[in-house]
């Protein structure tokens, strides 16, 4: 059974409407990582409010979220895979934004917990379909650069959040900014529906006809089978792993070592992991896509470079006293840190299939936000409370440098993946 790559109303776009496309899903994206990260810029006064400790704030913005955004995200891609993406797009941000408004009500931590779960649910819905859309628009040669914007909605999340959030919670209060942050993307979803086509799928491969969705078990295998995707998905994990803790307790840091007001922490997050990150995200992309029409070993190659040469900069930030110097240094592994995200979304959209690809991504997000999200904040928390006995309020502070130096282990993988990507991506091609 096949489906012929054929659609005449996609024929009748003009050559502009898959960028407008994507800004849209850029748009989308945004949105999540704004309800998503908001908890790092409010972690503080929260854990204030509820008499929280660091172990309870990194269980509420790590597994509590994590483990039903990366659960989730599988059968919601395997029925991507066979139905309308678009539309499933336009129900998780009604979903998630409901859920971050309904945050702003909550009267306790079990209460805020369960919000925070039903903004993973929905979330949970929306990535996967995503990068399977952005595949089928975009061909293998221009998918790193597509990818890169489309990640690039993660640090704008993060500047509108920090930004926005760290005001807003020093006037108006975390209940509020819950409320404002959460009510955009009931306006999106509605633009989504409205103004998004659902792309016909393999349209952007060379093949005239592709085969059905394969079941969940042949995905898994084809990708545990697979080198190159083995490794992009066991690294881009333990980039997860530093990235998240990093992303949802700097703020914390931030505030205990250095003094700074929410206003203060939001302001230089949002100008360094917000704009700084922005330009190291689309980069890395960019140059994964010219590198690449060399040889297709770059997308692997750009990120282990990326990841292996922040560390020792990231240790010096956390050794650094001073407020100023500790920011400009800060602002190399702050542009290096997203440089994972572009490369590892368009290789692993070029490992597998047309009919696999919702899949594949859920599967890769469910590792790195399993690992990452769920595992990273919490571990943070967890060694800063270990450490505090004997270092205090600087505890946070060693906890994050230690987990800084994982990012070795993950350039690891992606140098190792390297090695066999250009074969393992023609074998995928030649199965389609």
């Keep these: 059974m096949t489906e012929t790559v ?51 704030m990194g269980f509420l913005i790590g597994i509590t979220f994590a483990l039903f ?52 649910i929905g979330e949970a819905g929306s990535t996967p379909p995503t990068h399977s859309m952005i595949s089928d628009m975009f061909p293998a040669s221009e998918r790193g650069t597509a990818m890169g914007i489309y990640a690039m909605g993660i640090n704008i999340g993060l500047l509108v959040a920090y930004l926005g959030g760290g005001w807003m919670s020093e006037h108006w209060g975390w209940r509020t900014t819950f409320i404002v942050v959460g009510l955009p993307g009931l306006l999106i979803a509605l633009l989504v529906r409205l103004t998004v086509d659902e792309p016909v799928r393999g349209a952007s491969d060379s093949q005239q006809s592709l085969n059905d969705a394969p079941p969940f078990m042949n995905v898994a295998r084809h990708l545990w089978r697979t080198p190159a995707a083995r490794h992009v998905i066991f690294g881009s994990s333990l980039a997860g792993f530093v990235g998240y803790g990093m992303t949802l307790w700097l703020p914390a840091f931030f505030v205990r070592s250095h003094g700074l007001s929410q206003t203060e922490v939001g302001l230089t997050l949002a100008l360094v992991s917000g704009i700084v990150g922005g330009i190291g995200t689309f980069t890395a992309g960019k140059f994964a896509d010219m590198l690449a029409a060399r040889d297709v070993r770059w997308f692997a190659w750009v990120v282990a470079i990326g990841k292996g040469g922040l560390v020792p900069f990231l240790v010096l930030f956390f050794l650094m006293q001073d407020f100023t110097n500790a920011i400009l240094i800060y602002l190399i592994p702050a542009f290096f840190g997203g440089f994972y995200l572009a490369p590892t979304f368009a290789m692993i959209q070029s490992l597998v299939p047309p009919e696999m690809r919702a899949v594949a991504a859920a599967i890769t997000l469910f590792m790195l936000n399993i690992i990452g999200m769920g595992i990273g904040p919490q571990g943070v928390g967890i060694l ?49």
């Design 69 to 120: 955004y990366a659960t989730l995200g599988i059968p919601i891609a395997m029925l991507a895979d066979r139905g309308n993406r678009r539309n499933i797009i336009t129900i998780a941000i009604t979903v998630w934004s409901g859920m971050t408004v309904l945050c702003g009500y909550v009267q306790s931590f079990a209460q805020l917990a369960l919000a925070r779960i039903g903004v993973g």
């Design 6 to 56: 054929t659609n005449s109303r996609a024929r009748e776009r003009p050559s502009w409407y898959r960028w407008y496309a994507l800004g849209v899903l850029v748009l989308v994206y945004v949105s999540s990582h704004v309800d998503r990260q908001i908890m790092g810029i409010l972690l503080e006064p929260i854990k204030g409010d509820l008499g929280a400790s660091d172990t309870q």
């Design 384 to 432: 800063s409370d270990v450490l505090s006995t004997e270092y205090g309020k600087e505890s946070l502070r060693y906890s994050l440098m230690i987990f800084g130096t994982v990012n070795i282990w993950c350039a690891f993988h992606y140098f190792v993946g390297a090695r066999t990507l250009k074969e393992d991506i023609a074998r995928a091609q030649a199965n389609t």
